[in-house]
């Protein structure tokens, strides 16, 4: 199993973890497992819309902890349905339990950071910011725009001719 880490305050919000004022310690327990639920069925949900053909797929949340399962036909599904649950806020972390029938190489995941943009990253992960469309296509759809980037999400970089 690996787990990613990624910022819980960031990202789409797809569920109301993290906003609750509990009034008591109990209620607020309860309340907490109830929404993790409801993060659970609707992130898979979200996953489900995309059409990822991901076989006996499952998540399940317990602590701002997301733990994924499931068998997916490529990498790349997997390490798309991964940044999906973790740039979701009220999630810190994904465990990963998902096994990938055709495997190919990783990606490298980047943590965007202030004042970057796709062309600044693939900059220093090609060597040249026109190469920025790589970037953008291997995080479709999760990313509409290219311009669509923000501080805390984590995204894909495939590998390239050997690099990064």
């Known amino acids: 199993m690996k787990t990613f880490t990624f910022i819980k305050d960031?990202?789409?919000?797809?569920?109301?973890?993290?906003?609750?004022?509990?009034l008591d310690v109990s209620q607020a327990a309860i309340i907490e497992m109830k929404l993790e639920e409801i993060a659970a069925m609707k992130l898979k949900r979200k996953i489900l819309d995309m059409k990822f053909k991901v076989s006996e797929f499952s998540i399940s949340i317990n602590d701002c902890i997301a733990t994924v399962k499931g068998i997916a036909p490529s990498q790349e599904i997997k390490e798309k349905i991964i940044l999906i649950v973790g740039n979701s806020v009220g999630i810190d972390k994904v465990e990963d339990l998902i096994i990938?029938?055709?495997?190919?190489?990783e990606s490298k995941f980047y943590t965007v950071r202030e004042k970057d943009s796709l062309g600044k990253i693939?900059?220093?992960f090609y060597g040249n910011p026109k190469m920025y469309y790589k970037i953008f296509e291997a995080n479709k759809p999760m990313l509409s725009h290219p311009n669509n980037i923000y501080p805390g999400l984590v995204i894909r970089v495939p590998v390239a001719n050997g690099m990064p």
Do not use: E, L, Y
């Open 10 to 22: 960031k990202g789409t919000r797809v569920f109301g973890i993290g906003k609750m004022n509990p």
């Open 100 to 105: 990938v029938k055709d495997k190919s190489t």
């Open 122 to 124: 693939a900059k220093v």
